[in-house]
């Protein structure tokens, strides 16, 4: 079983940056992709990056130019930096883990981040 822990988010005024981290427990870390999503109330979750285990990655168009994904191997860890954050970036964070080719698909708890004044 792999356990997803997010952290980096909180209250940020609108233009400032924030870096959420999402560490996985276990060993398949490395040859998962990895994701970012994100839920604001009243609508459904959507992909806001990811990142395949070749380094290739996917971007929501909202946040091209702003939000960049990255990935340690070495600490079991991905980030999402975000930048000139916008209040309609305020939602509930997700980090999820997928192993191509298979079933395995795991999420986190989340974290929360609002833009706001």
């Known amino acids: 079983q792999v356990q997803l822990v997010e952290s980096g988010g909180g209250l940020v005024q609108p233009g400032g940056s924030l870096r959420l981290s999402c560490t996985a427990s276990g060993r398949i870390f490395s040859i998962s992709t990895m994701g970012w999503y994100r839920q604001a109330p009243g609508k459904e979750r959507e992909l806001v990056a990811a990142?395949?285990?070749?380094?290739?990655?996917n971007y929501a168009d909202s946040v091209k130019g702003r939000f960049t994904i990255s990935r340690d191997n070495a600490k079991n860890t991905v980030y999402l930096q975000m930048n000139s954050l916008k209040p309609e970036d305020t939602a509930v964070y997700y980090c999820?883990?997928?192993?191509?080719?298979?079933?395995?698909?795991?999420w986190g708890q989340g974290t929360p981040v609002t833009v706001s004044s």
């Open positions: 990142m395949n285990n070749g380094g290739g990655t």
């Open positions: 999820n883990l997928r192993v191509p080719f298979t079933s395995s698909d795991y």
